[in-house]
């Protein structure tokens, strides 16, 4: 996608510099873009932690790109392995809920036992954490051409009409490498000519709606309005909704949805008052193993300063401020879970089917022939 009329993905490789991998620092946004430079694995993991990098994509990818840089690092004698084996218990710790940090790291894990040398594994590291990039952008590009028909179908029935499309969070190309989920079928509506406008909700405590999806909408020309978390339910009962679309961190096989908190709401809002909610995913967000979201999904509970703190453009600098009483308590659930029944279809990148297990096994087959993958530590994954 475009900054200032530039391509950028959230994340790449240096030009001049393989051994450096560049991000964008979110913690700036919208008020300043700065690019951070991510030289060892330690630093990648802090950037996963601290969210200067986060969406479920964009963390799966850093953690491929972690593993490369944690591979650059390893004694180059027996004790390779055990080092990586050690990276990726680091990595996979550094954020839970999402599945797509687990998912890359085991790539990675499997892809290093093909490796004869510590030279040969330092190069299979390093195009497997591209491949992983590479994989995260075709896959958005395809749910946003899936994602199209949808808005177009919309835009038929509305005669041409502008088609409002509400979304919670951030689930846009800074969420993954380029194109986003969410709004990857927005963007393609957009240059295909489609009368769109996106209400964008500013998703407290951590404001990655207005902070991030208000700013990469409007770098792409996209018409938007920032609205309060609790405005969406008005907006609904009075026909200013036609849909929402959202991303995940990770669905179940049967189709519960783990998203930004604040998610399950606009879906019984949606429901409600009979608008279409769409949840927008790559594979790699669905966790094969587990069925029942309520009770399996780890939901992270962050620090409760960011609910008592704000932070904001004010006399040309970034400042935080208090916005509670003094030393009151406050609680800070990262996540929900939107029931399967609450869903009206996940758009995928291998096309569109309801929430269930079924219908999700319907476009990957192979799935329900091989099984799980092999386990891993659920209490560990990516992001918001």
Request: charged share 25%.
């Amino acid at each position: 996608m475009r900054v200032n009329g530039k391509h950028y993905r959230s994340i790449w490789v240096k030009e001049d510099d393989d051994r450096v991998i560049r991000v964008i620092d979110q913690r700036f946004l919208p008020h300043r873009f700065v690019i951070e430079d991510l030289r060892t694995s330690g630093e990648v993991i802090t950037a996963i932690s601290d969210m200067h990098v986060r969406g479920a994509g964009l963390i799966g990818a850093a953690a491929g790109y972690g593993m490369y840089l944690a591979a650059l690092e390893a004694p180059q004698d027996g004790s390779f392995d055990r080092f990586m084996a050690d990276a990726a218990r680091r990595l996979k710790a550094a954020r839970p809920t999402a599945v797509n940090l687990s998912w890359a790291v085991d790539r990675q894990l499997r892809a290093l036992e093909y490796g004869k040398t510590a030279a040969g594994k330092i190069s299979v590291a390093f195009e497997t954490a591209r491949e992983i990039a590479s994989i995260d952008i075709d896959t958005c590009r395809r749910i946003g051409e899936y994602g199209l028909k949808i808005i177009e179908e919309m835009s038929r029935k509305k005669g041409g009409k502008t088609v409002n499309i509400l979304t919670h969070c951030n689930a846009g190309w800074l969420a993954m490498v380029d194109y986003g989920t969410a709004t990857a079928p927005v963007y393609a509506a957009f240059e295909k000519g489609v009368d769109v406008h996106v209400w964008v909700d500013e998703t407290r405590p951590r404001n990655q709606g207005a902070a991030l999806t208000a700013w990469e909408l409007e770098q792409q020309g996209v018409p938007c309005t920032i609205i309060a978390d609790n405005a969406g339910g008005h907006l609904m009962q009075h026909g200013m909704v036609d849909m929402v679309i959202v991303g995940t961190d990770r669905t179940t096989i049967a189709g519960d949805v783990a998203n930004k908190i604040g998610t399950y709401l606009k879906a019984l809002a949606a429901r409600d008052n009979n608008i279409p909610f769409y949840v927008a995913l790559p594979s790699s967000s669905i966790d094969w193993e587990i069925e029942e979201g309520l009770s399996e999904i780890p939901i992270e509970e962050r620090d409760g300063d960011e609910v008592r703190y704000i932070e904001g453009l004010c006399d040309g600098e970034i400042k935080r401020v208090l916005l509670t009483p003094e030393g009151s308590r406050a609680s800070n659930y990262g996540f929900d879970v939107t029931p399967a029944r609450l869903v009206t279809a996940l758009i995928t990148e291998r096309g569109v089917c309801k929430a269930g297990r079924k219908e999700i096994l319907s476009l990957f087959p192979e799935r329900e022939k091989i099984g799980p993958p092999p386990a891993t530590d659920k209490t560990r994954g990516s992001d918001e």
